[in-house]
């Protein structure tokens, strides 16, 4: 698995150079990696005393975040780190589950959900 990660970065690095930023988001093949990701989003809303619904933390200068939910069963985070971000997260129908994650600075993401979906987007820029 390290050797695949190595070889994905090496790769990824004459297309880093010419973008300001790199991003990824992640959707379970499984119901058993589903299950870790809603289990983790779970333990966060715990740490943070939060039933169901969702979170925005932001660190950081001029970052806007936008979560909205209709449905039930929905866990969103959204998590900034840095300057000048962007984030929305819109759930709609049950059983939805997503953090969007960004650090350094000027990243920009957008997730709609459905119902029964699930997923994380990592972001960082510079």
Known sequence: MRRVIAIFALAALPLCAQAESLSHTWTPRT?????AIRGALALH?????LREGGTIRQ??????????????GNWGAILQR??????RLKQKGDGNA???LQ???ETEAEVEQDGDEV???LQYGW
Request: proline share 0%; aromatic share 2%; hydrophobic share 30%.
């Open 31 to 35: 119901e058993a990696q589903a299950h």
């Open 45 to 49: 809303s715990l740490r943070s005393r």
């Open 59 to 72: 660190w950081g200068r001029e970052n806007r975040a936008a979560l909205s939910q209709s449905g039930s």
């Open 82 to 87: 840095g300057d000048d971000h962007d984030a």
């Open 98 to 100: 997503h953090a969007i």
């Open 103 to 105: 650090a350094g600075r």
């Open 119 to 121: 997923g994380v987007t």
